[in-house]
C-alpha cells in the first residue's frame, strides 16, 4: 500500500517525508519536486520565512541513478531558519492554534513543542511526497492541479479551462487564480488585512483529470475515496470545510437538479467504458467510487492564527489575562494552502490506483491497468 509520513518541527534541522509503496522503475524528475516547493512558498500575502527558506528536496534513499527501486523513498528539505535550541517558550496561547489544545493535551505550560510540530512547515514534506504522486500519475495521463477560488470577500468566477490553459493562467497569477479580475480583488483584501494587521483565509479547489472509472471501493466505509480525500484535505493546517463537487449547494436543491445524467458513446471517454455525463455536480465521484469524470474538490481555509493586532488570551502559567503571543507569520497562505491541497490529493489519487492495478514496477500496473480498459468492452 502507498503510504508516507513526515518528521520535522519547523526550526529543527529539516522535514522529511518516507515514501512506501512506492513501485520500481519510475523515473524521477528531481526538478519537478522542486518547483512544487517553491510554488509552495511562493503566493501573494507570504511572510518573512519563506524569505529565508529555498526549499529544494535531497532523494536520500529509493532511487538509484533517478529511477526508484521499489524500496522506501526518503525525501528531505532543509530548514536554513534552524534555530530551535534558540527560541524562547510560549505560555500566551493564540486563539485558533494548536498552542492551547496541545499544552492541554501534554501537560505543558509551553507551547513552543506543540507549535514546532503543528506549523504548517510540515507541509513542505507533504508537498514532496505529493509531487512524487504527481509523477506516478502523469504515466497514465492523470493530471491533479489547484487554484484559488476565494480570498476574503473576493470570489473567482468559475472557468471552463484545459488544464494546460489552467497552469498557464495561474502560473502568471501571484494569488494562484485563474481569474484575472478577481485576482485585483483578492489582493485589495490581503492588503487591507495587512495593513490593520489582520489575517485573510479563502477557498481552493483541485480539479483531477483523466481519473479512471473504479477507483475506491464501497466494501467498507474507510475505502470510500471521497471520504479520504477529504480527510487528506482536511488535516492540511487551517482547513476547516472540504466538498466534493456541487458539495453544501447540492443541499438545497431538488434531485432533479443536482445528480449527473448518464449518456453512452462507445468510440469515445475510454476510461470510464464509454459511459459519460453532461454534468458533473458529482464531482467524479459517486458511492465512494471514481466515475470517469473529473474529480473536484474544494477546501476552505481560515485566517492565519497569529495576528500582529493579538487576540486576548491567558498566559497559562500565571492565568492572567494577556495578548495572545506573535510569532513570524504571514498574512494570507491560501495561495500556498492551494499546492498542499493539490499534492494532497494527487497522493490519495495514486494511492486508489495502486490499489487497483496492483504491481511492484510500472510495466506490469501498466499492463494491469490497459486490461482493465479493455474488459470494459466485454461488458
Known sequence: MLIYRTAGESHGKCVLALVEGFPAAVEIDKGSIDRELRRRQGGYGRGARMAIERDRVEILSGTRADVTLGSPITLLIQNRDYKIE???????????????????????????????????????ARTAAGALAKILLAQFDISVLAFVVQIGKAKAKASKLSPEEMVKIRKRSPVYTLDRSAERSMIAE????????????????????????GLGSTAQWSQRLDGRLAQALMSIQGIKAVEIGAGFKA????????????????KSHEKSGGFYRRTNR???????????????????????????????????????????????????AVPAASVVGEAAVAFELARAFLEKFA???LPEIKQNYQKFLAAWKEL
Open 86 to 124: 534558540e527560541l524562547p517558550e510560549v505560555t500566551r496561547p493564540r486563539p485558533g492554534h494548536a498552542d492551547l489544545a496541545g499544552m492541554l493535551k501534554f501537560l505543558t505550560p509551553d507551547a513552543r513543542p506543540i507549535l514546532e510540530r503543528s506549523s504548517a512547515r510540515e507541509t513542505a
Open 190 to 213: 490581503i492588503d487591507r488585512a495587512k495593513a490593520h494587521g489582520d489575517t485573510l483565509g479563502g477557498v481552493f479547489e483541485v480539479v483531477a483529470t483523466g481519473v479512471p472509472a
Open 251 to 266: 443541499a438545497s436543491l431538488p434531485g432533479s437538479r443536482v445528480h449527473d445524467q448518464i449518456f453512452y458513446n462507445a
Open 282 to 332: 458529482a464531482g467524479g465521484i459517486e458511492g465512494g467510487i471514481t466515475n470517469g469524470q473529473p474529480v473536484i474538490c474544494r477546501a476552505a481555509m481560515k485566517p492565519i492564527s497569529t495576528l500582529k493586532e493579538p487576540l486576548r488570551s491567558v498566559d497559562v502559567r500565571t492565568k492572567e489575562a494577556v495578548e495572545a503571543q506573535v510569532e513570524r507569520s504571514d498574512v494570507c
Open 359 to 361: 504491481g511492484d514496477s
